[in-house]
């Protein structure tokens, strides 16, 4: 990873319509902390943003923004914050192991489009479904789901921060298929940037 703290900082606060972010984590400290600037910054500008996670991160996210003065119930700006959860949200949509598109786009593209039509035009998205297909070894299904959000990234001008959980010692072992998945993306980091210091 060859950006600074302060340009993924920055990345996190404004990203542009299309960007898709992948955050490489072995630590939930480090996911929260940049999901909290990337879905904070958002709410606080008016946007929306849209967190399709595991009951764990939407309860430390929640936590988080409210320390920073960000009550996702009601958001500083005009924007609105929805949560889903990853595993139920992912079973919504696989068919015989592999993302469906059809159902893919069943599932988040009616969300996508409530949005809007509260006039929220400016999205923020983050999910973590594709790590639990990462967990499962299923790297071809965790491809197939990233070209999906891409299709989606570029039919919405909205943007994505991927989270994916590391075992240094499994990345190690499947170093090829993580470039598999890094080159779906716009932007990639790891949790040796230490937002702390941004």
């Given at each position: ?76 700006g005009h924007g609105a914050f929805v949560a889903l959860d990853a595993e139920r949200t992912l ?106 210091a941004a």
């Amino acid at each position: 990873m060859t950006e600074t703290p302060e340009s993924w900082d920055r990345l996190l606060r404004s990203p542009f319509p299309c960007d898709h972010i992948i955050q490489l984590y072995t630590d939930d400290a480090v996911l929260v902390r940049a999901l909290a600037r990337f879905i904070g910054a958002g709410l606080e500008q008016g946007e929306a943003a849209v967190a399709v996670a595991t009951a764990e991160h939407i309860a430390a996210l929640t936590a988080r923004l409210a320390a920073i003065g960000c009550d996702v119930a009601t958001p500083a700006g005009h924007g609105a914050f929805v949560a889903l959860d990853a595993e139920r949200t992912l079973a919504r949509f696989m068919v015989d192991g592999m993302p469906d598109r059809a159902a893919f786009r069943s599932v988040i593209v009616p969300v996508l489009d409530r949005l809007r039509d509260t006039g929220c035009h400016k999205i923020r998205l983050f999910g973590e479904m594709v790590n639990d297909l990462w967990e499962q070894n299923n790297t071809t299904a965790t491809v197939r789901l990233e070209e999906l959000w891409n299709e989606l990234l570029d039919e919405y001008r909205v943007c994505l921060l991927c989270a994916y959980h590391i075992d240094p010692i499994d990345a190690e072992l499947r170093r090829g298929l993580l470039h598999q998945i890094t080159r779906c993306h716009s932007h990639a980091f790891g949790d040796d940037t230490d937002l702390s210091a941004a």
